[in-house]
């Protein structure tokens, strides 16, 4: 079964504009994290955002900010005032068992293409 | 600056070779990944190693082995190479235990024909 699931494959977003970028997440374990990464067109895979499953406020790095609701396990990335070079693939993922002895994996979700438009 | 390091960027290789994709990080983490990313299928874990001589199944650890001899290295091989092994492979390494972003390599574009 999915453990990270991204539905939205592909998006236009106008320049200025804010976007969001869907993600849920299925787990039984109560300690995790989720991490958005950002990948363009380079290829190199940039972190972006972190919230973990204790926090209590959802994360916030500069334009991006991380809208978390632990009942319905989603973990959506919202981008604010988007810019031209935000145009790239944004992945979910996810530790689980972060107080375990032995190391955690992390599991990626599906990805979104984001395009911003001028 | 922190690095992982995947020797090649580009490999071409025959069906039926043995390859080798190695990873090098000099964070002194103790955990390191392998995945492979294929267009919409975002990234999927092959294998991972939480330390030294330790390693874990990812989801798609078939035609695939690893090899972590020395923490900062994470090798993996395909025994037999195949046409649908043709893929990005991405490492990356972790702290274990703590709450931190694990940092990726540049890929490498392994092409089998």
């Known amino acids: 079964a999915q453990k990270i699931t991204q539905t939205q494959p592909g998006m236009f977003v106008q320049e200025k504009e804010a976007v969001t970028l869907d993600c849920t997440y299925d787990?039984?374990?109560?300690?995790?994290?989720l991490f958005w990464y950002k990948q363009p067109s380079s290829g190199e895979m940039i972190f972006l955002i972190y919230q973990g499953s204790y926090d209590q406020q959802n994360a916030t790095e500069g334009r991006y900010s991380l809208n978390f609701q632990k009942a319905r396990k989603s973990a959506n990335l919202v981008i604010s005032a988007s810019q031209l070079g935000d145009s790239a693939m944004y992945f979910c993922?996810?530790?689980?068992?972060?107080?375990?002895?032995?190391?955690?994996?992390?599991?990626f979700g599906g990805g979104t293409r984001v395009l911003v438009k001028p | 600056d922190v690095k992982v390091t995947q020797s090649s960027r580009y490999l071409v290789k025959r069906t039926g070779e043995k390859v080798f994709l190695e990873c090098v990080q000099d964070m002194d983490h103790e955990n390191m990944f392998w995945y492979r990313q294929d267009p919409g299928l975002g990234l999927r874990l092959i294998y991972f190693s939480y330390d030294v001589k330790m390693k874990e199944k990812g989801d798609i650890p078939e035609g695939y082995s690893v090899s972590r001899e020395k923490k900062e290295r994470f090798s993996l091989i395909l025994e037999s190479a195949s046409t649908n092994q043709t893929s990005m492979y991405l490492c990356?390494?972790?702290?274990?235990?703590?709450?931190?972003?694990?940092?990726f390599g540049q890929g490498t574009r392994l092409t089998v024909v």
């Open positions: 993922a996810m530790r689980e068992g972060m107080i375990k002895a032995a190391g955690n994996k992390l599991t």
């Open positions: 787990t039984s374990d109560p300690s995790y994290g």
């Open positions: 990356a390494s972790s702290y274990r235990g703590r709450i931190t972003e694990a940092f």
